[in-house]
T-cell receptor, first 114, second 112 residues
Framework: SQTIHQWPATLVQPVGSPLSLECTVE??????LYWYRQAAGRGLQLLFY??????ISSEVPQNLSASRPQDRQFILSSKKLLLSDSGFYLC?????????????FGPGTRLLVL | QKEVEQDPGPLSVPEGAIVSLNCTYS??????FMWYRQYSRKGPELLMY????GNKEDGRFTAQVDKSSKYISLFIRDSQPSDSATYLC????????????FGRGTSLIVHP
């Protein structure tokens, strides 16, 4: 069965510090991968998605970037965090080729920028 | 008008009640419909997935799609306090990217 991991679970960072959040998927190949941010009362905001290694699409201009160095690894980064980057970050995957549209989410990382 | 509308609630019901959660949408091209359950401080968990119109049942949960009205529902029978969570609907088109459009979620509280 497929499993998605995210770490860390919780992170407190000062403004201006760098960020690296990691997501890995097990039990599947060639998944589509996604990064979302969820703010209270504002729903899920898609940040980045990837259909393959090195292929990243950005949905909103922002202080963040994403990379996919391996087939089942997705990394969310920032060089300098802003207060507005605080939120709940979710990684998700979906089957890349089967035509099924469902997404499966990881446990999330709660980021607090102070 | 947002593509997917969902009442944020909270919806508070007594244990054992039948719960009805709903979403409306504007894009008639949506063909795939999903319901997720999200407990506080956790990632969303896929509950139900349906394609096109009709009903789908899984235990105490029934998903219903009415494409003519652009309306989807999730029914929970014999609701339990453990069902207390936020329920998100999501939907996507056939073809193109695999990115669904999510509702903002409805908060459900089932009290003993």
């Amino acid at each position: 069965s497929q499993t998605i991991h995210q770490w860390p679970a919780t992170l407190v960072q000062p403004v201006g510090s760098p960020l690296s959040l990691e997501c890995t998927v097990e039990g599947t190949s060639n998944p589509n991968l996604y990064w979302y941010r969820q703010a209270a009362g504002r729903g899920l905001q898609l940040l980045f998605y990837s259909v393959g290694i090195g292929q990243i699409s950005s949905e909103v201009p922002q202080n963040l970037s994403a990379s996919r160095p391996q087939d089942r690894q997705f990394i969310l980064s920032s060089k300098k965090l802003l207060l507005s980057d605080s939120g709940f970050y979710l990684c998700a995957w979906s089957p890349g080729t089967s035509g099924i549209r469902t997404q499966y989410f990881g446990p999330g990382t709660r980021l607090l920028v102070l | 008008q947002k593509e997917v509308e969902q009442d944020p609630g909270p919806l508070s019901v007594p244990e054992g009640a039948i719960v009805s959660l709903n979403c409306t949408y504007s894009n008639s091209a949506f063909q795939y419909f999903m319901w997720y359950r999200q407990y506080s401080r956790k990632g969303p968990e896929l509950l139900m997935y349906t394609y096109s119109s009709g009903n789908k049942e899984d235990g105490r949960f029934t998903a219903q799609v009415d494409k003519s009205s652009k309306y989807i529902s999730l029914f929970i029978r014999d609701s339990q306090p453990s069902d207390s969570a936020t329920y998100l609907c999501a939907m996507s088109v056939s073809g193109g990217s695999y990115i669904p459009t999510f509702g903002r979620g409805t908060s459900l509280i089932v009290h003993p």
